[in-house]
């Protein structure tokens, strides 16, 4: 499944067109790598996704084309989630 769309699938992002951007923005990592929105999401692989100041790091446990509410809460296992500074470069700005 393309990680745009698992990531509005599991709820993780609310719109497809914001995962997409944020995807190509290279905010998200899969198992390490820099992932863009077309980048294939696989049952294990790990992603963190970093949105603004915080950090979400989550481990995949299932794939669905449709999940309601309650389901979506099953595609993934929270292993962390962390506020994150914001960079020197970014406040000089």
């Given amino acids: 499944m393309r990680l745009d769309k698992y990531l ?5 992002v609310k ?7 944020i995807s190509d923005q290279g ?4 198992n390490g790598n820099v992932a863009k929105a ?3 999401v696989k049952v294990e692989d ?3 996704i970093r949105f603004g100041q915080k950090s979400v790091t989550v481990k995949v446990t299932g794939l669905s084309e449709h999940a309601s509410k309650e389901n979506a809460k099953n595609m ?11 960079s020197a470069q970014s406040e000089e700005v």
């Fill in 8 to 12: 509005k699938v599991s709820r993780l």
């Fill in 15 to 21: 719109r497809r067109t914001l995962a997409k951007e």
């Fill in 27 to 30: 905010r998200v990592t899969i």
């Fill in 38 to 40: 077309g980048t294939d």
């Fill in 46 to 48: 790990e992603l963190v």
């Fill in 76 to 86: 993934y296992e929270l292993i962390k989630e962390e506020r994150v500074q914001p």
